[in-house]
């Protein structure tokens, strides 16, 4: 696994994902592992992803169990029943500039093994020593379409514009005793980067951010006076935010809306070298500085949704720089993608899945001032 910890990758899933579940039955997730370690740094996990089924499956493998390559969240890790702190990547991706890399096809009967080290992304050391437990993240993005070299496997499911469903695979979880819980790698990095500054050079590119800012606050305050007047019993509400308090769902937006920070930058220069395929934009967790991909700069502007552009394209810049302020001020988590799948959700994740912000406010931009 990559390391460069302290930092959350956000981006869009165009396309709208199809029925919230699929094939549930047909991937299997086994984790193994040492029972003990003496350090942190010895600790080795490693999944076998395994395809029970009779179809391939074509899964995007950012944040679960499956990449190895970038410091997405692929576990989730507790001690005495308390979630250790996360500090590699949250990443989520725009699905039409993904290539195949973020992606895993897996035949039937085929298994797939990765590995990872996982030392320097979570903060093992603010906890102690003892036994924590690793549970794999398989909740899985699964497209419609499948690619491959080989043929055998091409399964094209549906015709037309790309759709995509969600699948939970069945897996394990394995508990390690770790002795010495401080990592020597996550201190060696510990001299990353910490009203947002735009610290962008490129003019044309530096003034996309700031509009894209200026953009993300609107959407916040009119997210903010939208809850304020319609309350909890409003159907778009509703959709986004299930039965969550009003008071969590417009304390974050008002977090964003009032975001003053003196110290936080806005950058278009891919310094922790995360721009990977598909990836619009991230963030360091430690510092919550932002950096913004080339593909972000394709988006277009919040007014654009008043001619023509759909909430569900989520193609629109201000809409993206609030999904990442909501990480770097409200402490919101990536679990869902895509106006229809956020909806999707349960309550509780519809609350901290940073994508709902991102489409509740944009479709209330819509609805109110176009």
Do not use: W
Not at 40 to 55: Q, R, S
Not at 134 to 163: M, Y
Not at 250 to 271: F, H, K, P, Q
Request: proline residues 3%; hydrophobic residues 35%; glycine residues 6%.
């Amino acid at each position: 696994m990559f390391f460069a910890p302290y930092l959350t990758v956000f981006a869009l899933l165009a396309p709208v994902l199809a029925s919230p579940h699929k094939r549930a039955e047909a991937i299997t997730v086994d984790v193994t592992t040492s029972p003990s370690v003496d350090s942190v740094d010895e600790l080795k996990l490693t999944a076998t992803v395994t395809n029970t089924g009779a179809e391939a499956v074509r899964i995007l493998k950012y944040g679960t169990v499956l990449d190895e390559k970038l410091p997405t969240k692929s576990f989730v890790v507790t001690k005495d029943g308390q979630a250790v702190k996360f500090t590699g990547i949250k990443l989520s991706v725009s699905l039409p500039d993904a290539d195949e890399t973020a992606f895993t096809t897996i035949a039937p009967g085929e298994k797939v093994t990765v590995s990872h080290d996982v030392a320097s992304l979570f903060d093992f050391s603010s906890v102690g020593a003892g036994t924590f437990k690793f549970a794999p993240i398989t909740n899985f993005v699964v497209s419609n379409t499948i690619k491959s070299k080989d043929t055998a496997t091409v399964n094209a499911l549906s015709a037309g514009t790309p759709s995509f469903s969600r699948l939970e695979a069945a897996s394990n979880a394995v508990e390690v005793t770790i002795k010495n819980p401080k990592s020597k790698r996550a201190e060696s990095a510990a001299h990353l980067e910490r009203r947002a500054k735009d610290i962008c050079t490129t003019s044309s590119k530096k003034s996309f951010i700031d509009a894209s800012y200026t953009e993300a606050k609107t959407l916040a305050n009119a997210g903010t006076s939208y809850i304020s007047s319609k309350g909890a019993s409003d159907s778009v509400y509703k959709a986004y935010f299930g039965t969550t308090s009003t008071s969590k769902v417009s304390g974050i937006l008002s977090a964003v809306a009032n975001e003053n920070s003196s110290s936080r930058t806005l950058s278009c220069t891919d310094s922790l070298n995360a721009c990977s395929s598909g990836v619009i934009a991230y963030t360091a967790t430690a510092t919550t500085n932002i950096y913004f991909c080339s593909i972000f700069f394709n988006e277009v502007a919040t007014s654009s949704l008043c001619s023509g552009t759909t909430v569900a394209s989520r193609n629109v810049r201000g809409g993206t720089t609030l999904h990442e302020l909501t990480h770097a001020v409200g402490g919101t988590d990536d679990i869902g993608y895509g106006c229809s799948a956020d909806q999707s959700l349960s309550t509780s994740n519809k609350a901290i899945n940073a994508d709902n912000y991102n489409c509740f406010t944009t479709q209330v931009y819509q609805n109110t001032k176009c």
